[in-house]
């Protein structure tokens, strides 16, 4: 599939509201929330802990769905989609790193980031392949037979995110992706990130309410009581 070009949207929420109901108490999680990425960007999203981050990126990956507004997918509505429609939207155009890395401990690295092929029907030899590919961009072909209990967490970070890019998905979803990493894992996270959005043209849309990762993303957005700002950098806030 050819790639779109970076003047297009990749993604688009327009006027995203949610709220949930804690007994009768309605939480607006969002408040109307419009972003854009494009193609070859790096999008990160920064708030507190409840401002509303998970939420926007579940419904951007379909796992929910808003009560009002939509998500555009390369301009394809995601609520008309079918049901084999979104299939194929989760599996072959998004993939999607967690907090907790969430690779299955029986299976070596090779095999967690083989799986999605596996699931996807693709063959042996290509599965082999882009495996290889994917471990190789994350730096840690060399550990692929490896379980993941004999790997550091940033390490185990890194599988996760080979395993979410093995299928080539133009887009990739990050929920706090450094949340259980030193800051020096959680640097080298976000520094992989950056450089497969320009070595790959992938784009990421990455979650924080880690401050100090930010300057290395194009865009910076923040998640606040359920709205999204432009991210103004306060005097001091890099140190450290
Ligand atoms: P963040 O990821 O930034 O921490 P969330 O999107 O998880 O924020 O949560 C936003 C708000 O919605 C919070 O007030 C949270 O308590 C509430 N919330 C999230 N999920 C649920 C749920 N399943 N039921 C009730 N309230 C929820
Ligand atoms: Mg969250």
Redesign the pocket.
């Known amino acids: 599939m050819d790639r779109p070009k970076r003047s297009q949207r990749l993604v688009a929420t327009v006027d995203l509201h949610r709220s949930?109901f804690?007994g009768s108490e309605e939480?607006k999680?969002l408040r109307g929330v419009n972003l854009v990425v494009r193609p070859g960007e790096f999008v990160a999203v920064v708030?507190?802990?409840?401002?509303?981050?998970?939420?926007?990126l579940n419904i951007v990956a379909g796992l929910d769905r808003p009560d009002s507004g939509q998500v555009l997918f390369q301009e394809r509505d995601v609520a008309q989609m079918t049901e084999s429609e979104l299939t194929e939207l989760r599996r072959h155009e998004l993939g999607f790193v967690f907090q907790s890395f969430g690779l299955l401990p029986l299976l070596s690295a090779f095999e967690n980031v083989e799986l999605p092929l596996r699931i996807s029907g693709v063959g042996a030899k290509e599965r082999n392949q882009r495996a290889r590919e994917a471990l190789d961009m994350v730096g840690l072909w060399p550990r692929s037979r490896h379980r993941p209990y004999e790997l550091s967490g940033g390490e185990q970070q890194r599988v996760a995110i080979a395993r979410a890019i093995v299928n080539r998905p133009p887009l990739l979803l990050a929920d706090e992706p450094t949340g259980e990493l030193d800051s020096v894992n959680a640097r080298a996270i976000f520094g992989l990130f950056k450089q497969m959005v320009k070595d790959q043209g992938i784009s990421v849309l990455a979650?924080t309410h880690d401050s100090t990762l930010l300057a290395m993303a194009d865009q910076v957005k923040e998640?606040h009581d359920?709205s999204l700002i432009d991210h103004v950098v306060q005097k001091g806030r890099f140190r450290g």
């Open positions: 949930y804690v939480v999680a708030g507190r802990s409840g401002s509303g981050k998970t939420t926007l979650a998640m359920g």
